[in-house]
Structure formats: structure tokens, C-alpha cells
């Protein structure tokens, strides 16, 4: 079954928006706060993998499920946990072993893991 134009449309909307909130997060968290880069990261991932989370549920596919329930609720934390730890696993191979820096590692993460 084809997706309609429009929610292809509000599915790449909300994970572009989805992307700004996790760069935003990240760079208060390590400029503002000055959290080290590897957990700034995934946090930064937990809020992103939740605006998305929202934004797919009530935007993108408002009418296609009914209330979350327990079991829904689980495969998104594990998925959003996974997700985490593989960003910071990424970043901390970016920094560390290939000398980038903070950002560009977080970078490198959002277009590694996601996909």
C-alpha cells in the first residue's frame, strides 16, 4: 500500500525537526552545560527519538494506531536505547579514534544510525 504525498511530506518534516532538536540538545548540553560529548549525545538522541516518537504518532500517522500500550511502549524504549548507545559509540569512535571533533562526530552519528 502507497504512502500518501502527504504523509511522506510530514514524515520527513518531523525528522527534519527531529534532527535540529538532537544538534540543539547536544550543543547545550556540551557547550552550555558542559557535559562530556558521548552522554550529551545520548540524551540528545532520547529527546530527538521522542520528539519523532510524537510527531510520527500524532502528525505523520495520527489515525493508523490506537492508544499505546504496554507492549508498544517497550519496543520504543529499546529501540531509543539501542539508537543512544549506538550514537555515543559512534561519537566516541570519532572522537577518539579518528581526532573529530564533538560535533562532527554527533554529525556522523545522525547520518549513521538513523538510517
Known amino acids: 500500500m502507497a504512502l500518501p504525498t502527504g504523509e511522506i511530506l510530514r514524515f520527513g518534516v518531523t525528522g527534519l525537526i527531529a534532527t535540529a532538536v538532537h544538534l540543539a540538545a547536544f550543543a547545550v548540553q556540551v557547550d552550555g552545560v558542559g557535559m562530556p560529548p558521548a552522554p550529551a549525545n545520548a540524551l540528545a538522541v532520547l529527546i530527538a527519538g521522542t520528539v519523532t516518537y510524537l510527531g510520527q504518532r500524532f502528525w505523520v500517522f495520527p489515525g493508523h494506531a490506537g492508544p499505546a500500550g504496554p ?24 572522537v577518539t579514534g579518528l581526532g573529530a571533533g564533538p560535533y562532527a562526530g554527533a554529525v556522523l552519528g545522525l547520518v549513521i544510525v538513523p538510517p
Open 71 to 94: 507492549a508498544q511502549i517497550a519496543r520504543f524504549a529499546v529501540a531509543l536505547g539501542l539508537a543512544a548507545g549506538l550514537h555515543a559509540a559512534v561519537l566516541q569512535l570519532a
